[in-house]
């Protein structure tokens, strides 16, 4: 499963999950709802502040938003949880900032992928 296919399906199940409609949730962000679905069907990218905005208003980490199930879902579920668990805030702070650059970097190569050609 792609990043984005992760962070949509995560946004929608969270969203589901907190009992938000679309509406309420774009309410919550002050953006359309038809931009919430479009996130939701994988048609647009959020910006990584977008990202942040839905964590906090999901009452979650950011880096939730891109967890693949199919990961969670392994002999132990609670693994990704207990790790998390026995960081210090330094330690999750400096991985949130590590997670976000990764993500933000590969954003970058879907929506400008002639620059990141250049680059090579």
């Given amino acids: 499963m792609e990043m984005m296919e992760v962070f949509a399906f995560n946004m929608k199940k969270y969203r589901k999950k907190r009992r938000f ?3 309420k949730l774009a309410q919550m962000l002050e953006t359309s709802t038809s931009y919430i679905g479009e996130i939701e069907i ?3 990218v959020p ?3 977008m990202v942040e905005k839905i964590a906090k208003a999901l ?3 950011p880096f939730r938003l891109f967890i693949n199930e199919a990961l ?3 002999e132990n579920p609670q693994e990704t949880d207990n790790f998390l668990e026995f960081l210090s805030t330094k330690e999750r702070k400096a991985l949130s900032q ?3 650059k990764r993500i933000s970097g590969e954003i970058d190569q ?3 992928p002639e620059t990141m050609e250049l680059d090579k």
């Fill in 21 to 23: 409609s679309q509406m």
């Fill in 42 to 44: 994988n048609t647009r």
């Fill in 47 to 49: 910006s990584m502040a």
């Fill in 59 to 61: 009452n979650i980490e």
């Fill in 72 to 74: 969670q879902d392994s």
């Fill in 98 to 100: 590590r997670i976000i």
């Fill in 110 to 112: 879907i929506l400008h």
